[in-house]
């Protein structure tokens, strides 16, 4: 069932956690989200665990901002990632290396 809002990608992605793809990754990504649903999220992770919070984190490693639509069409399969980080739909500063492992961290689509 395709993901319809930014809200349930966030809500959903403690549900599809991937704890295993998780070992040894200590991060905080912070999602930056523009458009009619934009908003401000973070992703916390810490020994296999994850913890997903509304707002702006003090010091993430990983900064990831997109348009509200693109963010809905990359997390339920339509865009590719690569693809929106190579047309600039997909912004990321930090840790670059580290947003390349969302997809396994949360299989949404």
């Not at 458009?35 to 994850?50: L, P, T």
């Not at 901002?65 to 693109?70: E, G, L, S």
Request: glycine share 8%; net charge negative.
């Amino acid at each position: 069932m395709a993901l319809t809002s930014v809200n349930e990608v966030f809500e959903k992605m403690p549900q599809v956690f991937n704890s295993a793809a998780a070992s040894g990754v200590n991060a905080v990504y912070q999602f930056h989200i523009t458009g009619q649903e934009a908003g401000d999220w973070y992703v916390a992770i810490k020994e296999g665990a994850c913890e997903v919070s509304k707002g702006v984190h003090a010091s993430p490693n990983t900064t990831i901002t997109m348009a509200d639509a693109d963010w809905l069409a990359m997390c339920n399969g339509t865009l590719n990632g690569m693809t929106a980080f190579m047309s600039g739909k997909l912004k990321v500063s930090g840790d670059i290396m580290a947003a390349q492992r969302i997809p396994s961290l949360f299989p949404l689509a």
